[in-house]
């Protein structure tokens, strides 16, 4: 960034009042003020208009609400089933991709293509292939002489499921998330997977080839090779995956509102769905508002959590 | 561009062959499955037996696009998904050039200010920006739909990139001939700066054509509906008319699927690009 002849130009202020008018107009207007904004409808009661003052009552209510606890306990089985699962196959997908010699190209628009469709439609096409009555999964299972399944119908945890052949009964708590949850992780993985494998797979071809070989020549293994030079020259673009697919995975929203819509028994009922609902469908505004900034407050906590940890470990 | 390894045959790489073929099938099925199912009559659309054995109906997508006014959704979607990346490119375009190439004072706070509102998860603002665009008077209006996604973080952060990598000849040369600032980011910057602008003008429109949240609450009446709520509201209304679903679906994703295909340069190089330097 070299600036000839610096110090003896006057400054641009006012082209640069004209050049970031649009974009702080709009970006403050709907990104910053609404923060602010969020605050202060979630002190009120507020339905189609603002009602009267409330302080922290929307608080405690969303505090001592079962089904916000429950929308949170969606929220984490969903983040905790998508992020590890897609990073991991996408770090495999992309190190077999970068192996192989004849087709990468090919792959990758493959890979990429369910990222660039709309998720209402290919959440259509989930709900039909795995319809319990109609659907092709159930159809193949019953091929197999395996036992149908509900689907996206059924709330019962997949752990209680899986064990339920043995006659053991698991406790609640332990049941896990409900199958409807566990299709739509499966969703959301199929989804995001290629964007994840793309971008990995450019970072590899990224790290200097020199540092391998050198290593290689040293005697390392190949998992000494990937755990002392290539994770860590990775650690950068895995660090930023992470990252936002925690966010994305905190916004879930349309897959789950054309698959379920939160059903069954609200077991796929996420923390977005749940203020969607209150808000949308209840018309609790200052409600919905307050649980919108408690989740705004858990992710900044997380991601300052989840940069602290993890940058431990990024070299940049 | 890439270095690659010698193509060998053995074992190994029939292994890689195979495992990477399995990710694409998995990857492809639900597309697969849609066009098939979308051109069986309804009756056989049920039966998993008759995947490949029954008369074939393309009928179906005729019968599908006058089930709802498809057409009406589109001219809405492609409206908004236009316009909102046409925008974006020109106030994305402005600002990163402020801050690639302007002096001012507290300009690293600005640019701060203007990168965090990429951590600010969507609901939060959700129902603030419902609220303001209720009392602008701009429910059921394409205002509502449009001027919220009017400019983006991620653009800007992205084309500011590309201003800082031209080389400042080109700026000293600019100013020797007196050419200002605006003249020379529309003559000059903008015509190198292509690649990057295409990247940028490809995700807007397609975060904006496949948004559904943020129109189906600031919407109402059917004939504001974008492809994305009216297919939704299609699916609730023929639960049982899988053949017209699947026609329906495969006609809302065409065009991004197309774009993607005479585009897939540039949406792999704005994923990397968003993924490696962000």
């Known amino acids: ?316 | 561009m890439r270095q690659r390894r010698k193509p060998r045959l053995d074992t190994g790489s029939l292994f890689c062959h195979v495992l990477l073929m399995c990710g694409a099938a998995c990857a492809i099925f639900p597309f697969f499955w849609m066009v098939v199912s979308s051109l069986k009559p309804a009756t056989d659309a049920l039966l998993f037996g008759r995947v490949f054995t029954t008369s074939w109906r393309p009928e179906n997508y005729v019968e599908a696009w006058h089930a709802a006014p498809f057409g009406r959704y589109f001219i809405n979607s492609f409206l908004v998904a236009f316009l909102v990346s046409a925008g974006t490119i020109f106030t994305s375009a402005t600002a990163a050039y402020a801050f690639a190439r302007l002096r001012f004072p507290g300009k690293q706070i600005v640019y701060g200010a203007y990168m965090a509102t990429v951590m600010i998860p969507f609901e939060v603002s959700l129902i603030p920006n419902f609220v303001i665009i209720k009392s602008l008077g701009w429910f059921n209006t394409y205002p509502a739909l449009i001027v919220p996604w009017l400019s983006s973080a991620f653009a800007i952060f992205l084309l500011r990139q590309f201003f800082l990598s031209l080389p400042s000849d080109y700026y000293d040369a600019a100013e020797i001939d007196g050419c200002g600032h605006w003249q020379f980011l529309w003559r000059v910057a903008m015509p190198i700066a292509k690649p990057a602008i295409v990247t940028v003008g490809l995700f807007a429109f397609l975060g904006s054509y496949n948004a559904l949240l943020w129109p189906l609450i600031v919407t109402k009446e059917t004939r504001m509906r974008v492809i994305q709520v009216g297919l939704a509201a299609f699916m609730s209304e023929e639960v049982t008319q899988f053949h017209l679903l699947m026609a329906a679906s495969t006609i809302a994703i065409l065009p991004t699927v197309i774009l993607y295909f005479v585009a897939q340069r540039q949406f792999v190089e704005g994923a990397v690009s968003v993924g490696i330097k962000g």
């Open chain 1, 1 to 316: 960034m070299s600036r000839s002849g610096s110090g003896a130009r006057r400054d641009d202020r006012l082209s640069a009042i004209l050049f970031l008018f649009p974009s702080t107009l709009v970006l403050a207007t709907f990104g910053l003020v609404p923060i602010g904004f969020a605050l202060y409808i979630s002190l009120f009661k507020w339905g189609l208009a603002r009602e009267r003052f409330l302080g922290l009552e929307n608080y405690v209510r969303a505090l001592t609400s079962p089904e916000w606890w429950n929308a949170l306990l969606v929220t984490l089985y969903y983040v905790l089933g998508v992020v590890p699962i897609s990073l991991v196959l996408a770090i495999v997908l992309a190190n077999v991709l970068f192996r192989v010699a004849r087709g990468v190209g090919a792959y990758r628009t493959v890979y990429f293509l369910p990222y660039v469709t709309s998720t209402v439609a290919a959440a259509m096409v989930w709900s039909w292939i795995f319809h319990p009555q109609w659907g092709v999964v159930n159809a193949v299972l019953e091929r197999l002489h395996l036992p149908t399944q509900r689907w996206l119908l059924e709330p019962r945890g997949i752990i209680e499921l899986l064990v339920a052949p043995l006659g053991v009964e698991v406790p609640a708590w332990a049941a896990g998330p409900s199958l409807a949850l566990v299709v739509l992780i499966l969703f959301a993985i199929w989804y995001s997977i290629g964007f994840d494998t793309v971008v990995l797979l450019a970072a590899l071809s990224n790290v200097p080839r020199e540092l391998e070989d050198a290593a290689r020549i040293d005697g390392a293994s190949t998992v000494k090779l990937a755990r002392y030079v290539t994770i860590p020259l990775l650690s950068p673009t895995l660090f930023f995956l992470a990252i936002i697919s925690v966010i994305r995975s905190f916004q879930a929203f349309n897959h789950i509102y054309v698959l379920t819509g939160g059903g069954p028994l609200d077991t796929t009922c996420n923390a977005t769905m749940y203020i969607f609902r209150s808000f949308y469908q209840y018309t609790k505004v200052g409600y919905g508002s307050a649980a919108a900034v408690l989740l705004f407050l858990i992710i900044v906590v997380l991601t300052v959590f989840q940069t602290r940890l993890l940058s431990r470990w990024v070299h940049y």
